[in-house]
C-alpha cells in the first residue's frame, strides 16, 4: 500500500462526503427547522439525477442547465408535497411524518422505474459528465478525475453558503423565528407558511443538487438513494440533529474515514459509518456539534 494509494482514497473519500454532505445538509435544515424527518430525501436525490437525464432525453440540454433546473424542479415538487401533504401532519406524531414520507419514497421509486421502462427502454442509464470537465488533473501528488474534483468544491461552496444563509443573514434569523415560535413571528406580519414550505424546499433542492452531481459517477437508476440515504442518516446523528455545521463537517470526515478503512480492510468499509454512529451516541447522544433537546 502506497501513499499515492492512500491519497487517491482519500480523494475518492470527499467525493463520496460531498454527497453524505450535501444530503445530510439537506437533511438538516428540515429536521432543525421544521422537526421533520423526510425519509424521501433519498428518492427525491434520485429524482434529481433522473430528472437531469429526463431533460437531456427529452428537450436536449446537457449538463450545466441540468445542474440548474434539476434542483429547482426537486425544490417545487417538495414544496408542493410540505403544502399538500406534510402540512395536514404538523402536530401529531412525528412517526406519522416518518410513514408518509416512506410511502413517497416506494411511489417515487417505481414511479421512477415505470418511467424509465416504458419512455426510456432502460432500467438504469449513464450520464455524461460536460466536456470542459472531462480528463485529468495532475495535483503534483496525486492524478485525479477532474469532475471528481468539481463535485467536492462545489458542494463545499454550496455547504458553506447554506450555513452563512440560515445562520449569518437576516433571511436565517426570519426562517429560525418562524419555525421556534411561529405565533410571535406572524405578530410581526410575516407568512410564516411560506417561510415553512421555503425551508423545505431548499432542503430537497440540495438533494436533488446532490443526485445530479451524482449521475455521472453512479449512473442513474430507480434504487440509487435508497441505501445512500441510511448512511446519510447516520451522518446527521454522528453531527448531531439538526446541526447545519455539524452535518457538512461530519459529512466529508465521514467520507474519508470510509475510503481510508476500505484500503486497510474492505469488508468494513459498509459498516464503518455506523460503528462510529453507535460510539458518538454512547459518549453524546445529542451528536458531536448537535445541541441537548432541552437547549434549542
Not at 428518492?43 to 445542474?67: D, E, I, K, R
Request: aromatic residues 12%.
Amino acid at each position: 500500500m502506497t501513499l499515492q494509494f492512500l491519497l487517491i482514497q482519500v480523494f475518492n473519500g470527499l467525493v463520496n462526503g460531498a454527497f453524505y454532505a450535501l444530503l445530510s445538509l439537506g437533511l438538516a435544515v428540515i429536521f432543525g427547522m421544521l422537526r421533520i424527518v423526510n425519509f424521501a430525501h433519498g428518492a427525491l436525490y434520485m429524482l434529481g439525477a433522473f430528472t437531469a437525464f429526463a431533460l437531456g432525453q427529452v428537450l436536449g440540454l446537457g449538463f450545466w442547465p441540468s445542474l440548474v433546473l434539476a434542483p429547482l424542479l426537486v425544490a417545487l415538487i417538495g414544496m408542493v408535497i410540505e403544502r399538500g401533504l406534510l402540512s395536514r401532519l404538523y402536530g401529531l406524531e412525528p412517526s406519522y411524518n416518518l410513514l408518509l414520507t416512506f410511502g413517497l419514497t416506494l411511489l417515487t421509486q417505481d414511479l421512477v422505474k415505470q418511467v424509465m421502462l416504458s419512455r426510456f427502454a432502460v432500467s438504469s442509464a449513464p450520464y455524461t459528465p460536460p466536456e470542459l470537465l472531462s480528463g485529468v488533473v495532475n495535483l503534483g501528488f496525486v492524478v485525479f478525475p477532474k469532475y471528481r474534483l468539481f463535485v467536492i468544491a462545489l458542494a463545499l461552496v454550496v455547504c458553506l453558503i447554506t450555513w452563512f444563509v440560515i445562520e449569518k443573514t437576516r433571511v436565517g434569523a426570519i426562517i429560525r423565528a418562524s419555525t421556534e415560535n411561529p405565533t410571535v413571528t406572524r405578530a410581526f406580519g410575516i407568512d410564516v407558511g411560506k417561510w415553512v414550505t421555503g425551508v423545505f424546499g431548499v432542503g430537497v433542492g440540495l438533494a436533488g443538487l446532490a443526485g445530479v452531481l451524482a449521475a455521472p459517477i453512479y449512473s442513474v437508476e430507480p434504487y440509487m438513494g435508497a441505501e445512500l440515504i441510511i448512511t446519510t442518516f447516520a451522518v446527521v446523528v454522528i453531527g448531531g440533529m439538526g446541526s447545519i455545521l455539524g452535518s457538512v463537517i461530519t459529512g466529508f470526515a465521514v467520507g474519508v474515514l470510509a475510503a481510508i478503512g476500505a484500503a486497510f480492510y474492505p469488508p468494513i468499509a459498509n459498516t464503518l459509518v455506523f460503528i462510529l454512529m453507535a460510539a458518538v451516541l454512547l459518549v453524546r447522544p445529542s451528536g458531536l456539534f448537535g445541541l441537548p433537546e432541552g437547549a434549542r
